[in-house]
């Protein structure tokens, strides 16, 4: 079946570093979307991504979809606190509507 | 801001005892989902829901889960006889648009516990 993986699975980073998430699927994604889930949370949608080599930003957030669609990251320009959590990648094929999460990053920022 | 409710909480139960998950999908929306979340670990879907049946379910959803939409608000996760290994978080979606499913909206989860 479909699996999608995401690399690191957690990420330590100073206040105002960079950080970038990337995720991959084994099979080819109509789309993709990204959530992020504070500590205790749940899972909060941030974007979705269709079209081939799309690129979308969100303030900080700059979000890539490959030109293969089978491959996603996600970067963030100098994090915050409030950017803690963990962001999973999912990703929905042509078969069908299910939505499959990758693994997730956990991000921990260092004030 | 209209949002996926669910009950509830928290559940603690005996292995073998039969639970029932309540949510409340967004009033407009038409695909319903349930997730789950074993503590720490990645959101695995369980079932998908539309039209008043059952759209996809993957391997997790065996024979012991079934789902049912009782009412015109009501969508319930039923797992007749629990495991040990059924206690995670348990997330209620819902989305309003069909094929591809635009954004899901995530209930706050139930959290079960089998003793």
């Known amino acids: 079946g479909q699996q999608v993986m995401q690399i690191p699975q957690y990420q330590h980073v100073q206040e105002g570093e960079d950080f970038t998430t990337y995720c991959n699927s084994s099979?080819?994604?109509?789309?993709i979307q990204w959530y992020k889930q504070r500590p205790g949370g749940h899972p909060v949608f941030l974007i979705q991504?269709?079209?081939?080599?799309e690129v979308k930003k969100q303030k900080r957030l700059t979000f890539q979809f490959g030109e293969a669609k089978k491959n996603s990251s996600l970067h963030i320009t100098a994090t915050q606190t409030t950017d803690v959590g963990t962001y999973f990648c999912?990703?929905?094929?042509?078969?069908?509507?299910?939505?499959?999460f990758g693994g997730g990053t956990r991000l921990m920022v260092k004030p | 801001e209209p949002e996926v409710t669910q009950t509830p909480s928290h559940q603690v139960t005996q292995m073998g005892q039969e639970v029932i998950l309540r949510c409340v999908p967004i009033?407009?929306?038409?695909?319903f989902y349930w997730y789950r979340q074993i503590l720490g670990q990645k959101v695995e879907f369980l079932v998908s829901?539309?039209?008043?049946?059952?759209?996809?379910k993957s391997e997790i959803f065996d024979d012991q889960f079934s789902v049912e939409r009782p009412d015109g608000s009501n969508f319930t996760l039923k797992i007749r006889s629990t495991k040990l290994e059924d206690s995670a978080m348990y997330f209620c979606?819902?989305?309003?648009?069909?094929?591809?499913?635009?954004?899901?909206?995530f209930g706050e989860g139930s959290r079960l516990t089998v003793l």
């Open positions: 979606a819902s989305s309003r648009l069909a094929g591809v499913p635009g954004e899901l909206f």
């Open positions: 099979t080819t994604l109509s789309n």
């Open positions: 991504l269709v079209k081939s080599g």
């Open positions: 999912a990703g929905q094929n042509n078969a069908g509507n299910m939505l499959t």
């Open positions: 009033s407009n929306h038409l695909y």
């Open positions: 829901f539309y039209n008043n049946e059952i759209s996809e």
